[in-house]
C-alpha cells in the first residue's frame, strides 16, 4: 500500500511540473497537452462532479468564454489566430486542469488539508535542485538544454539560444515564467512555513532559481516578502530574515562561485543589483537602463482612436517596428481598452472572492505579483504564471467551501445532539 501510494506520489509531482513548466517535447508541443487526455478522461467518468465544479466557478468560466468570443471577432478582422488559440488553450489549462490535478491530489489524501500545500512546496524544490544541478555542472545544463530544452532552443533566435548567463532548468520559458513561479513559490513556503519547516533549508535555492533565470522573480519575490511580513506583523522573524539576508547579500559572490555559478552570470546579476540601486539612490523608475527601455522604448500605445476602442488585433509583440514585450501594451494594442478591461475584471473578481473566503493575504499577493508580471510581459491569454495562481486560486475557493460545508454539518450535529441530550 506504501509502494503504492509512493508511485502515485511521484506520478502527481511529474502531472504537476509538467502544468506548471509545460516543457515542449521534440514535436514542437507543450507537454501539458498530454493531461488534457487525462483530464477529459476523468470528467467523463466524474459528470456529476465537474457540473459540480462548473456551478462553483461560472462566473470565472463565463468571463473565459467572453475572451475567447472577444478575441475570436478581432481574428476574423485581422486574420490572425495565434491570440484566440492561446484563449482556448487557456480556457482547458486555467479551467478543466486545476479541476482534475486537485482531485488527483485529493484521491489518496481526502482528510489531509496540507497535502496540496505540501505537493507544491514539492514541486517549487524540485525546480530549485533542477536549475541548482544546471549551474553546477556544465554536463548536466549540456544535457538538459539539448534534451529537455532542445525544441525550445530551436524555436527561439540564435541570440536567446546561445545565452549561457541565465536559463537553467526544465520549462517552456526560463527567461520569464518559470523565475516568476519559482519566485512565488519562494513567498508561498513562507505562508506555510509553521506547518513545512522541512522545506526552510532550500528557500534559498528556490529564489536562486527565480534570480538565475528571470530577474522580475526576484522583483515578485521581494513584493510578496514584504507584504507577508506587512500582514503577519511578526517583527521578530522580520529581523532574522532582514539579517539573514543582509549576511547572504554581502556575501554573494563567495556562495554564488561555491555553487558554481559562473562569471557571466553573477554579472548579470551584479548588473541588476546595481540598476536597482540607481532606481532607488535616485528615486525614478527610469533610472536604470533596463527600466528605461521598458517604460521609454517599449511603450507603444494604439495609433488612434479605433485601436483605443477595438484594437488592432494583432500580437505586436511579433511586430516589426512598432514592437513591445511590455504585457499590459501588448494586451491593449491587441484588443483596445474592452479587452484590457475584460482581464482585469477577472482578475478583480478573483482577488475579492478570495479575500472574502478569508485568503485576504494570498489574494493581494497573487494581484501584485500579475501587476509585476504582467508588465515584464503577457501573462493572459496563456502562460505557466497564470496556470500557478489559477490552481492555488481553485484550490482555496474548493476548499473554503468545503470547510463551511463541514462547519454547517459539524453545527447541526451539535444541535441534533444537543436536543438528545435534553
Not at 506520489?9 to 511540473?17: A, D, E, F, R, W
Not at 465537474?50 to 466557478?57: G, V, W
Not at 490535478?101 to 524540485?126: P, Q, T, W
Not at 476548499?399 to 453545527?411: D, F, I, L, Q
Request: aromatic share 18%.
Amino acid at each position: 500500500m506504501k509502494i503504492t501510494k509512493f508511485v502515485y506520489t511521484i506520478i502527481v509531482l511529474g502531472l504537476l511540473y509538467i502544468y506548471f513548466h509545460n516543457p515542449i517535447m521534440s514535436n514542437g508541443f507543450g507537454s501539458c497537452k498530454i493531461l488534457y487526455i487525462f483530464a477529459i478522461l476523468y470528467i467523463v467518468f466524474n459528470v456529476h462532479r465537474f457540473s459540480k465544479y462548473i456551478s462553483l466557478f461560472k462566473k470565472e468560466l463565463v468571463l473565459l468564454l467572453i475572451l475567447i468570443v472577444y478575441s475570436a471577432f478581432e481574428f476574423l478582422s485581422t486574420g490572425e489566430p495565434n491570440t484566440v488559440r492561446l484563449h482556448i488553450v487557456g480556457l482547458m489549462e486555467y479551467f478543466v486542469l486545476p479541476f482534475f490535478l486537485i482531485c488527483c491530489i485529493k484521491a489518496y489524501d481526502s482528510e489531509n488539508r496540507g497535502s496540496f500545500i505540501k505537493y507544491m512546496l514539492i514541486i517549487g524544490c524540485v525546480g530549485a535542485i533542477i536549475t541548482t544541478a544546471c549551474v553546477s555542472s556544465s554536463s548536466v545544463n549540456e544535457y538538459v538544454r539539448m534534451t529537455f530544452n532542445k525544441a525550445v532552443l530551436a524555436s527561439t533566435d540564435d541570440y536567446r539560444a546561445n545565452t549561457m548567463y541565465r536559463g537553467f532548468g526544465i520549462s517552456e520559458a526560463l527567461t520569464y515564467s518559470y523565475g516568476i513561479i519559482q519566485g512565488m513559490f519562494f513567498v508561498i513556503t513562507f505562508f506555510y512555513i509553521k506547518q513545512n519547516r522541512w522545506v526552510l533549508p532550500l528557500t534559498f535555492f528556490i529564489l536562486l532559481s527565480a534570480a538565475l533565470n528571470a530577474r522580475t522573480g526576484i522583483v515578485v519575490a521581494a513584493a510578496g516578502l514584504i507584504l507577508y511580513f506587512i500582514y503577519s506583523k511578526k517583527n521578530s522573524t522580520f529581523l532574522v530574515v532582514v539579517s539573514l539576508f543582509i549576511l547572504v547579500l554581502f556575501n554573494i559572490s563567495w556562495i554564488l562561485n561555491l555553487i558554481g555559478v559562473g562569471s557571466q552570470t553573477i554579472e548579470w546579476l551584479s548588473i541588476f543589483m546595481n540598476e536597482a540601486d540607481s532606481i532607488f539612490t535616485n528615486a525614478s523608475l527610469t533610472a536604470s537602463d533596463t527600466t528605461s527601455y521598458m517604460f521609454k522604448d517599449m511603450l507603444i500605445f494604439p495609433r488612434n482612436m479605433t485601436e483605443w476602442l477595438v484594437g488592432c488585433g494583432y500580437d505586436v509583440y511579433w511586430q516589426t517596428g512598432r514592437r513591445s514585450d511590455l504585457g499590459w501594451i501588448i494586451q491593449l494594442n491587441f484588443g483596445g481598452i474592452p479587452y484590457l478591461l475584460l482581464e482585469l475584471t477577472l482578475i478583480c473578481y478573483m482577488y475579492k472572492r478570495l479575500k472574502k473566503r478569508g485568503f485576504k493575504n494570498i489574494a493581494m499577493f497573487f494581484a501584485i505579483a500579475f501587476i509585476i508580471s504582467n508588465t515584464k510581459g503577457p501573462v493572459l491569454p496563456n502562460s505557466g504564471i497564470f496556470r500557478f495562481i489559477m490552481l492555488f486560486y481553485i484550490y482555496y475557493i474548493m476548499y473554503s467551501k468545503e470547510m463551511r460545508e463541514y462547519g454547517a454539518a459539524s453545527s447541526i450535529s451539535k444541535k441534533i445532539s444537543a436536543k438528545i441530550n435534553l
